[in-house]
């Protein structure tokens, strides 16, 4: 399959350290954005663009997420920049709601750490569709691939 990330690269330059939870989840969006993933370019300008699979860069590079891709072979194939503005909200209530949900699952019972749960869901689906909605005309990807690439933007815009 041609429509789809076969490698990805964080830039971590500029980043404070993660913690391990952090790092945790980071591993985890990656091997499971390997796994399986839906990440297409659309034709611009009557401009055909390079078949994938795609080599993906994540990056904050002045104040601003870079996605820059290349081809398996490492050609590159372009780069855009998103404003991380549109992302600041949702990245702060996920947050905030996975912090609720690591001291629940201390010390409550499981239904409410499965009510918490399911409203760290409902946010990080939130933010793969603003993901989805920034990406529009740059790259096509599906829900499950937003929300591992949102996965990864929260590591980076907290970072």
Same mark, same amino acid.
């Given at each position: 399959?041609?429509n789809?990330?076969?490698?990805?690269?964080?830039?971590?330059?500029g980043?404070?350290r993660v913690t391990?939870?952090i790092e945790?989840?980071?591993?985890?969006?990656?091997?499971?954005l390997l796994?399986d993933?839906?990440?297409?370019?659309?034709t611009?300008?009557?401009?055909?663009?390079?078949?994938?699979?795609?080599?993906?860069? =994540?990056?904050?590079r002045e104040g !601003?997420? $870079?996605?820059?891709?290349?081809?398996e072979?490492? %050609?590159?194939v372009? /780069?855009?920049? =998103?404003?991380?503005g549109?992302? !600041?909200? $949702?990245?702060?209530?996920?947050?905030?709601i996975c %912090?609720?949900?690591? /001291?629940?699952v201390k010390?409550?019972p499981p239904?409410?750490?499965?009510?918490i749960?399911?409203?760290?869901?409902g946010?990080?689906?939130?933010?793969?569709?603003?993901?989805?909605e920034?990406?529009e005309g740059k790259?096509e990807?599906?829900?499950?691939?937003?929300?591992?690439?949102?996965?990864?933007i929260c590591?980076?815009?907290?970072?």
């Amino acid at each position: 399959m041609t429509n789809r990330i076969c490698a990805i690269d964080i830039d971590e330059k500029g980043l404070a350290r993660v913690t391990p939870t952090i790092e945790q989840e980071r591993n985890v969006a990656i091997f499971d954005l390997l796994e399986d993933n839906s990440f297409a370019l659309p034709t611009r300008d009557d401009r055909p663009t390079l078949p994938g699979p795609y080599r993906l860069g =994540l990056a904050i590079r002045e104040g !601003r997420l $870079v996605f820059d891709i290349a081809t398996e072979a490492t %050609e590159k194939v372009g /780069e855009f920049h =998103l404003s991380l503005g549109p992302f !600041r909200q $949702v990245v702060k209530d996920y947050f905030q709601i996975c %912090e609720s949900y690591f /001291e629940a699952v201390k010390r409550l019972p499981p239904s409410q750490i499965e009510a918490i749960d399911m409203a760290r869901r409902g946010i990080h689906n939130e933010g793969a569709r603003v993901l989805q909605e920034r990406l529009e005309g740059k790259a096509e990807v599906d829900i499950d691939t937003a929300r591992r690439l949102f996965t990864l933007i929260c590591v980076l815009h907290w970072g």
